[in-house]
């Protein structure tokens, strides 16, 4: 049932094989290839917003978050008969709730997690994807139409099939919060930065953080060497564990309500997975 999709980051495990996750902000090439690119993405891993879907900085929803799901409405695909299309006139919701708190596990991007090198010299991708392992709720399959294409100029719709977060290797409920940071801190100086980070619902349709670490310039695009990266969080979202990578696995401090990954950058491997986290579009 899940042979067509790709994995989550946000996002979760991250490597191929469910969801893209994962990503930034939607952009890329109009969807289905010529088909009218004149929305966002729709909803499609169940979420749990704290406090609410409309709190300033939350993720915006083309349907009112609501704990029914919604089945796809609107014109399918043209090209790609049977499909509703992201970034389409096409709308779904997968369940969605609104609550005071929440317990996550903190997920980081695959090619920060996974790759056997982080490569400089371009902006790399930094997501995180906040699990919650327990919740229940009902999702919507999604499907990358154009797997040959990058991830960045990916086609993805639904065809209506439904999952239940977490079950059969199922995507988990995403979580959103407010007051999300990442702080970079260079380790040979101990030179820290923080910077707001900001959530999106990716071509995958999960909530997932997002930060394009020297995308301002090549002035600041990260040189070789080995830096912390520091994932913060509001204390309504408490963050009581971590989701091992295949090579390298992030740390969570429950005092400090932070997680945080270690990675060294090298110029040596050019190819070595620097740029895109999980695919969001």
């Known amino acids: 049932m899940y042979k067509r999709l790709l994995t989550l980051l946000a996002g979760g495990a991250f490597a191929v094989a469910l969801f893209a996750i994962p990503a930034v902000a ?24 704290v406090p609410t879907s409309t709190a300033t900085g939350a993720p915006a929803l083309r349907v009112a978050c609501a704990e029914t799901p919604q089945a796809p409405i609107g014109a399918q695909s043209a090209q790609f008969p049977g499909y509703w299309l992201q970034k389409s006139e096409a709308t779904w919701s997968a369940t969605c709730a609104e609550q005071a708190s929440a317990a996550v596990s903190a997920q980081w991007g695959a090619n920060l ?17 906040l699990l ?5 709720g009902t999702g919507y399959v999604i499907t990358n139409l154009t ?6 100029l990916a086609t993805y719709g ?20 407010s007051g999300a940071t990442l702080t970079i801190t260079t380790t040979s100086t101990q030179v820290s930065s923080t910077y707001p980070l900001t959530a999106e619902i990716n071509s995958s349709g999960a909530v997932v953080y997002g930060y394009n670490w020297g995308s301002q310039g090549s002035r600041n695009t990260p040189g070789a060497g080995t830096y912390l990266l520091t994932f913060s969080i509001g204390a309504a979202v408490a963050i009581t564990g971590v989701e091992a990578g295949a090579l390298r696995s992030p740390v969570f401090d429950p005092v400090a309500n932070t ?7 090298t110029s040596a491997n050019r190819g070595g997975g620097g740029g895109h986290g999980g695919g969001g579009r």
Not at 116 to 127: D, F, H, L, N, Y
Not at 132 to 136: N, P, S
């Open 259 to 265: 997680s945080s990954i270690e990675v060294t950058l």
């Open 147 to 152: 797997p040959e294409l990058e991830d960045r």
């Open 132 to 136: 919650d392992k327990l919740a229940a």
């Open 113 to 129: 997690t996974d790759a056997p090198s982080v490569a400089t010299g371009k902006p790399i991708r930094v997501e995180v994807s």
């Open 158 to 177: 639904s065809d209506g099939t439904t999952f239940q977060a977490g079950v059969n290797g199922a995507p988990f409920t995403r979580v959103w919060g």
């Open 26 to 49: 939607a952009k890329g090439p109009p969807a289905g290839r010529g088909e009218t690119e004149t929305v966002g993405n729709n909803l499609s891993v169940p979420a749990i917003f």
